[in-house]
């Protein structure tokens, strides 16, 4: 549905800011039907159902690290480290002309291992949930028995009956097709138009089945939940509207409560948090942000930031029309070198969540998402991919916004956490290409 000229004056006389996002001008939007946590009773998710997805993870763990010999070290717990990155700070108080009070820190997901960014968080649960339930239906297992079993030629080739299909711009692709194909189901993953050629080759040496479409995400995803369904053996991980990717994602949260605890880091009335989120359809971003609002309550402000030609989710909220209006339908035309944020309509599930949630949303431009690629990498060593970038700018965009006067916050005790969202697998000569094009435009 395109939307008549008629209807979106009416939108912009309800919404001006509209007017901007339409410009693809970079925007902030503070979210004003944000609850306290105290008022909000209706959510169809609670602490004890993140607890259950943490205990599969634990379930799963003997099965990782015998098959994937890098997580190890971190006894098949799949997590990424929590680093103070103080000099890109310094480098941006300059460059914003604006000093941040408190502590800028960076998760670091662009280390996870397996898929190499945040979706091994949603991805890799939602197969592993799907594997667990099928497996103890059919009698091969119960939960307190060995799950090394998962790895065994007898799983394998049950699972060899069952298809897996997921749309995807590239990331989830990799994350859900590595672990199925690992698993041994067969696998397809439906990639849009915007998905990189190094994603795609990587998983057919997998031996993950893969369908390429001229369209975007949305269409992709359309594509393959169809030919998905139609096997009665067919499950579709649907990242438009997924319980299982948002509680894996959630679990995020009580690994970062530890992490914090250990790096003697304070959240509370008088030291808020702070967490920027690249965003997508809104599931990563959505399932950490309501895993973090379990933990922390209304100490942690969680903002969310998009590109400038995909504002999926912020028109979503902005119109509150959700999942119902794409950023097409405003005429913006979802076309950004972010890959992992190119999604024009926003996740009806986490959408639900995220809308009572979320403090706030900001867009920037492509253009600066090269910028910060190589001002991270200068000033801290660390190479994450463009999507992973604009969370970085948050302290500056939100600092100086309205927000803090709205809230009463003292800027000095903020502690700020910009998600790293994904990089570890692109290949090197690509992520010489994007440095590149940041030095340049610097
Ligand atoms: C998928 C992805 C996101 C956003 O996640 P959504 O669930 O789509 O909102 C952010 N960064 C990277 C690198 C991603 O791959």
């Known amino acids: 549905m395109v939307l008549k000229q008629e209807e979106i004056n009416q939108w912009l006389v309800k919404q001006p800011l509209l007017n901007e996002i339409i410009d693809l001008k970079p925007v902030v939007w503070l979210n004003r039907d944000r609850k306290s946590m105290n008022k909000i009773h209706m959510l169809p998710l609670h602490m004890q159902d993140m607890l259950e997805a943490e205990q599969l993870w634990y379930r799963f763990a003997p099965f990782l690290e015998n098959v994937f010999p890098e997580t190890i070290?971190?006894?098949?717990?799949?997590?990424?480290?929590?680093?103070?990155?103080?000099?890109?700070?310094?480098?941006?108080?300059k460059r914003f002309s604006y000093e941040v009070g408190g502590e800028l820190y960076l998760k670091c997901d662009n280390e996870l291992p397996i898929a190499g960014s945040i979706k091994a968080r949603g991805g890799i649960y939602e197969v592993f949930h799907y594997a667990e339930s099928l497996a103890i239906e059919a009698g091969l297992i119960q939960k307190q028995e060995k799950y090394e079993l998962f790895a065994t030629d007898k799983f394998r080739s049950f699972f060899q009956q069952f298809s897996i299909g997921v749309g995807s711009t590239g990331n989830l692709g990799l994350s859900i097709g590595i672990i199925s194909a690992t698993l041994g189901f067969n696998v397809t993953v439906y990639m849009s138009a915007d998905?990189?050629?190094?994603?795609?080759?990587?998983?057919?040496?997998?031996?993950?089945?893969?369908?390429e479409f001229d369209g975007d995400f949305s269409e992709a995803i359309y594509a393959g939940r169809k030919n998905t369904i139609a096997d009665p053996k067919g499950y579709f991980v649907d990242d438009e509207d997924s319980k299982h990717l948002f509680l894996?994602?959630?679990?995020?949260?009580?690994?970062?409560?530890k992490q914090l605890e250990e790096q003697n880091i304070q959240v509370n009335e008088n030291y808020p948090l702070f967490v920027y989120l690249p965003c997508g359809v809104g599931g990563s971003p959505g399932g950490i942000t309501f895993g973090l609002k379990q933990v922390f309550g209304d100490h942690v402000h969680c903002f969310f930031v998009e590109p400038t030609h995909s504002p999926s989710v912020l028109i979503g909220l902005l119109t509150g029309e959700m999942e119902k209006v794409s950023v097409q339908d405003f005429g913006i035309d979802n076309r950004t070198e972010a890959d992992g944020l190119a999604v024009g309509r926003p996740s009806r599930y986490a959408t639900g969540f995220s809308k009572h949630l979320i403090s706030g949303i900001y867009t920037v431009h492509d253009e600066q998402l090269f910028r910060l690629?190589?001002?991270?990498?200068?000033?801290?060593?660390?190479?994450?991919?463009?999507?992973?970038?604009?969370?970085?700018?948050?302290?500056?965009?939100?600092?100086?916004?309205?927000?803090?006067?709205?809230?009463?916050?003292?800027?000095?005790?903020?502690?700020?956490?910009?998600?790293?969202?994904?990089?570890?697998?692109?290949?090197?000569?690509?992520?010489?290409?994007?440095?590149?094009?940041?030095k340049g435009l610097i």
């Open 73 to 93: 070290s971190t006894k098949g717990i799949i997590e990424s480290p929590l680093r103070n990155i103080p000099n890109i700070k310094n480098v941006l108080d």
């Open 195 to 211: 998905a990189k050629q190094w994603k795609k080759d990587l998983l057919r040496e997998k031996g993950v089945t893969v369908q």
């Open 248 to 257: 894996g994602y959630s679990v995020a949260a009580l690994r970062l409560q």
């Open 373 to 438: 690629l190589a001002l991270l990498h200068d000033n801290e060593n660390i190479y994450v991919e463009p999507s992973a970038t604009p969370g970085i700018m948050g302290p500056w965009k939100i600092m100086q916004s309205e927000y803090l006067k709205q809230n009463n916050i003292n800027s000095k005790n903020i502690t700020h956490i910009t998600w790293a969202t994904g990089g570890s697998l692109v290949p090197e000569a690509e992520m010489k290409r994007f440095y590149k094009k940041g």
